[in-house]
């Protein structure tokens, strides 16, 4: 019994691990370790094996405050650049969360993100791992943030939601219609939430001019705008070649990925599209993927996508099924932030972007806007992501919403590309009569990458 007891004793104060083939720190893919919750629960049953009672600090049970650790939902990071290290800290500010491993190609990122991350709990903590697979394998983590490279968004959702994992991911969050269609069809498979980071969506005058829109305050509407952030797609190029580092500093075949092999050219930050190969530039997919996504969802169109697309005179001129245009345009806003849109009906008109104002053609269409709030947050988004993991709800732009967001952004560049009109079916999510531009709804992916 003394045995028995030194053993039980010892199995808690390692955290749960089993001993033969786990890893006490990584639970990596071989490893056997027990998530937070079950711990805790051996925890107590242990203590009730042994009839004494075993001390939990109060903090893991909830008490003065603090959330039980049994209701944390535990996050990997994955690819955490400027970009992931803003919405990192909106995770980490929420105290249902809990950031337990960070993952980069860079080991200077990683340092600096285990850093940001250690800071925030006290501790040292935070795992680091270059190699994505073994975040993703570890059997604690509850969800992923994915902020890495564009060319890895589509590829590193679909492995998370395999893994069992919930994901945030930045946008765009798919370089090909093709991409769009197996996220969308992934998510649905593996009944995981999946939230794209076009937090615009979880914006209160973006909302609020969306619900002038489709609840008929401007009358029957008839033409949406949207700023692309560019209307200059092509093809990729091949870069200046700079001296490569060492793979243990930075991994630049990891980097790449799925993405068609080029030589390293030392840019590694940025919106550096070309790295994927296929439509690139500023085309009408960066703020292409928020804009057209809030115009999508003041059409009530989240489940499909315009069925033609033309280049003219300096914008993109797309056409809904039920006769609604879509215009992209870069010029002729009012001023009132990055990522403006405008939608427009029979009586009357509302403009917003994102310094947090909204016009409109007549005042009385702003009774009731609510409070300002500028500067694109991504709180409120975060926490949607967060509420709807521990609910299984829908998030407010999950794996459907982006899939056809992303394909309206996709056609339109599509239709840059070669320079005319094209027309699309999106129920069969094919060009009509259109060998040149069915070519470009996908790319092939580097070996061993799949899909």
Not at 166 to 195: H, M, N
Not at 261 to 277: I, T, V, Y
Request: hydrophobic share 40%; proline share 4%; net charge positive.
């Amino acid at each position: 019994m003394k045995n028995s007891v030194g053993r039980v004793r010892g199995w808690i104060e390692t955290g749960g691990t089993v001993s033969g083939n786990g890893s006490g720190a990584g639970g990596g893919a071989s490893g056997r370790h027990l998530n937070r919750r079950g711990f805790l629960k051996r925890v107590v049953q242990a203590g009730a094996l042994l009839g004494v009672p075993y001390v939990i600090p109060g903090a893991a049970l909830g008490k003065d405050g603090a959330v039980a650790a049994s209701e944390r939902i535990v996050l990997g990071g994955i690819g955490i650049g400027n970009r992931g290290g803003y919405v990192l800290g909106c995770f980490l500010h929420e105290p249902d969360l809990q950031c337990v491993a960070i993952c980069d190609v860079r080991a200077a990122r990683r340092k600096a993100v285990k850093e940001m991350v250690d800071g925030r709990y006290g501790t040292q903590d935070c795992v680091t791992y270059s190699d994505m697979r073994e975040l993703l394998a570890r059997q604690d983590i509850d969800a992923v943030l994915i902020a890495t490279g564009p060319n890895w968004h589509a590829l590193a959702s679909t492995l998370a939601a395999n893994a069992g994992k919930d994901v945030y991911c930045e946008k765009p969050c798919t370089k090909t219609i093709a991409e769009s269609l197996t996220l969308a069809t992934t998510f649905r498979r593996t009944g995981r939430v999946f939230q794209a980071g076009t937090q615009r969506r979880s914006l209160p005058n973006f909302a609020f001019a969306v619900y002038l829109a489709n609840h008929g305050k401007l009358g029957k509407l008839h033409t949406l705008h949207a700023h692309p952030g560019g209307l200059g797609a092509k093809m990729s190029g091949w870069p200046a070649k700079a001296v490569e580092p060492d793979a243990s500093q930075v991994d630049w075949d990891m980097y790449l990925g799925p993405a068609a092999w080029r030589p390293f050219d030392g840019r590694l930050d940025g919106f550096n599209f070309e790295k994927g190969g296929g439509m690139v530039g500023g085309g009408c997919l960066e703020w292409g993927s928020h804009c057209v996504d809030i115009c999508q969802w003041a059409n009530d169109s989240d489940a499909t996508a315009p069925v033609e697309y033309e280049p003219k005179d300096g914008q993109l001129h797309a056409r809904y099924a039920n006769g609604v245009k879509l215009i992209m345009r870069n010029d002729g806003w009012l001023g009132l932030g990055s990522c403006p849109v405008r939608f427009e009906g029979e009586t009357g008109w509302v403009e917003t972007g994102d310094d947090g104002e909204i016009a409109a053609s007549d005042a009385s269409l702003l009774v009731g806007r609510g409070k300002k709030i500028g500067g694109y947050p991504a709180d409120f988004h975060v926490r949607d992501f967060l509420d709807c993991v521990k609910t299984r709800g829908q998030t407010r732009t999950n794996a459907d919403i982006a899939c056809y967001a992303h394909i309206a952004c996709h056609a339109a560049n599509v239709a840059l590309y070669l320079n005319r009109k094209v027309v699309f079916d999106p129920v069969k999510n094919e060009f009509i009569g259109d060998e040149a531009a069915n070519r470009l709804r996908s790319e092939a992916l580097r070996e061993p990458w799949r899909l």
